[in-house]
C-alpha cells in the first residue's frame, strides 16, 4: 500500500522527485550555490555495483537513491556510504519519486516498485507495460504513471495488488515524466501531442497538437506548460487551452546544427535547456526571448537543475558545470568517470551520477573539483 506524502522540500534538503517538485521545475531554490560560494568541490564519491544510463537521484531522509541498470542503490546524504541496494531481474529505466515513507520506481518491462526502507520491504507491480517515465506519487496510496504503451494512469496501491483510478490512452508513447500544477497532469507523446488531464478523476481538459514528438518532460510555471520538442523547438503553452504564447526554434541558425536534448528547468522566470549541439539556453519564460547561451564540450543531453543562483548541467565528455543564472558565464567545472547521467542538488550537496557507476557528492567550502583524496566508498562486499 502506498505510504505517506510528497516529501517536503521548503529547507531544501531533499529533492524528492525527478524534477524536484510535481512542476518538474528542477528548482531547488535553497540548493546549495556554487556561484557564491569561495570553494567548491568533490566531498565524496560512491561506487554502485551497476552502470547508470539515464540516472536521476532523489534525496528523501537523509538517504540518495539512484536509479541503475541493476536495481536501486541507495546510499547516506552526507558522506556517500552505502546504505541497501535493491536488485532487480530488469533495468530500473525510471527515475525514483519519493514520499516520506516510501520510493517508487519503474522498469523497462512494466514493473512499478514500491520500497519502504522502515520495514525493509519491495513490493513489485506489475503493470505489463514499460516505463521510462519517473512515478509521481500523489499521496494517499496513488501514484501517477505514464507508460511507453500509450497510457496515462493514477493507480491506488494496495499490499497484494492495484487498482486504476482512471487511465487515458494517448496517441504515442509516453517517454517524459508527466507535470502536476494546479490539479492537472500534463504530458506530451512521441507523436506530437500534448495532453491536459484532470488529475482527480482523469478528464482530457485539452489535446495540443505539436509541430514534432516529445521525449523531453513539461514543466509548468506562471500559467505555462513549458515544453521541448523532438525536432529543436521550445515553446509555452497556455495552460488554459494549450495554445501556443511564444515559440523558440533552435535550427533557425541562431545556434548552429542545434537540437534540443534535455528537458527544461525554469526558476525565477526563466527556463534553461540544454542541446545536442552542446549548448546551455536561458531563455525568458514570458516573452520567449534568449537571455544568453553558454557552449560546453559536448552535447548536453542532462536535465539542467538550479540550485541558488547556479544552474547545474551535465555533458557527454563527463563535466559537470555550475553556471551564473544571471550572465551565463562559468563559476565552476569538475570531470567525472564517463558521461554525466543525471543531476540533483540539495541545501548542502551538488548530486551527480556518472553511467559508470559512481555517485559524486560536492559541496562548498572544499577546494577543487573532482578526483581529489575525499570520501570514495563502494557497495562491494555489502549484503543485499
Known amino acids: 500500500m502506498g505510504t505517506g506524502s510528497v516529501a517536503g522540500a521548503d529547507d531544501g534538503a531533499t529533492w524528492?522527485?525527478?524534477?524536484?517538485?510535481?512542476r518538474n521545475s528542477s528548482h531547488n531554490e535553497n540548493g546549495v550555490d556554487a556561484v557564491s560560494a569561495d570553494e567548491f568541490g568533490e566531498a565524496w564519491?560512491?561506487?554502485?555495483?551497476?552502470?547508470?544510463?539515464?540516472?536521476?537521484?532523489?534525496v528523501v531522509n537523509g538517504r540518495v537513491y539512484c536509479n541503475t541498470e541493476g536495481g536501486i542503490a541507495s546510499l547516506r546524504l552526507g558522506d556517500g556510504e552505502p546504505y541497501k541496494k535493491f536488485n532487480a531481474e530488469t533495468p530500473v529505466t525510471a527515475s525514483p519519486g519519493a514520499t516520506d515513507g516510501a520510493v517508487y520506481v519503474g522498469t523497462d518491462r512494466g514493473y512499478v516498485g514500491e520500497i519502504v526502507d522502515t520495514e525493509n520491504r519491495v513490493t513489485n507491480y506489475d503493470l505489463g507495460e514499460g516505463l521510462?517515465?519517473?512515478?509521481?506519487?500523489?499521496?494517499d496510496g496513488t501514484v501517477l504513471t505514464a507508460t511507453v504503451d500509450r497510457h496515462l494512469r493514477r493507480l491506488q496501491l494496495y499490499p497484494d495488488g492495484f487498482s486504476y483510478q482512471w487511465e487515458v490512452g494517448t496517441h504515442g508513447a509516453l517517454v517524459g515524466?508527466?507535470?502536476?500544477?494546479?490539479?492537472?497532469?500534463?504530458?506530451?507523446?512521441?507523436?506530437?501531442h500534448v495532453y491536459a488531464v484532470d488529475v482527480d478523476d482523469g478528464t482530457v481538459e485539452w489535446r495540443a497538437d505539436?509541430?514534432?514528438?516529445?521525449?523531453?518532460?513539461?514543466?509548468?510555471?506562471?500559467?505555462?506548460?513549458?515544453?521541448?520538442?523532438?525536432?529543436?523547438?521550445?515553446?509555452?503553452?497556455?495552460?488554459v487551452d494549450g495554445s501556443p504564447e511564444w515559440e523558440l526554434d533552435l535550427r533557425d541558425g541562431s545556434v548552429d546544427g542545434d537540437t534540443l536534448a534535455s528537458s527544461p528547468a525554469v526558476a525565477d522566470g526563466t527556463v534553461y535547456v540544454g542541446s545536442a549541439g552542446g549548448t546551455v539556453r536561458a531563455v525568458d519564460a514570458a516573452t520567449g526571448e534568449t537571455e544568453w547561451v553558454f557552449k560546453t564540450g559536448s552535447p548536453v543531453y542532462v536535465d539542467p537543475v538550479v540550485g541558488g543562483e547556479s544552474v547545474y548541467v551535465g555533458d557527454d565528455d563527463g563535466t559537470v558545470y555550475a553556471i551564473d543564472a544571471g550572465t551565463g558565464e562559468s563559476a565552476w567545472r569538475a570531470n567525472v568517470d564517463g558521461y554525466v547521467s543525471g543531476l540533483a542538488v540539495t541545501a548542502d550537496e551538488l548530486l551527480a551520477t556518472a553511467s559508470e557507476g559512481r555517485v559524486y557528492a560536492f559541496r562548498s567550502g572544499i577546494e577543487g573539483g573532482a578526483g581529489a583524496e575525499?570520501?570514495?566508498s563502494s557497495f562491494a562486499g555489502r549484503r543485499e
Open 16 to 22: 524528492p522527485l525527478f524534477g524536484y517538485d510535481e
Open 45 to 58: 564519491a560512491t561506487d554502485t555495483p551497476w552502470e547508470m544510463g539515464s540516472a536521476y537521484p532523489v
Open 132 to 139: 521510462t517515465a519517473s512515478p509521481i506519487p500523489l499521496g
Open 177 to 192: 515524466t508527466p507535470a502536476v500544477a494546479d490539479g492537472t497532469v500534463y504530458v506530451g507523446d512521441r507523436t506530437a
Open 210 to 239: 505539436r509541430p514534432a514528438g516529445f521525449s523531453a518532460s513539461p514543466a509548468v510555471a506562471d500559467g505555462r506548460v513549458i515544453v521541448a520538442d523532438d525536432d529543436g523547438t521550445l515553446a509555452a503553452l497556455s495552460t
Open 374 to 376: 575525499r570520501v570514495h
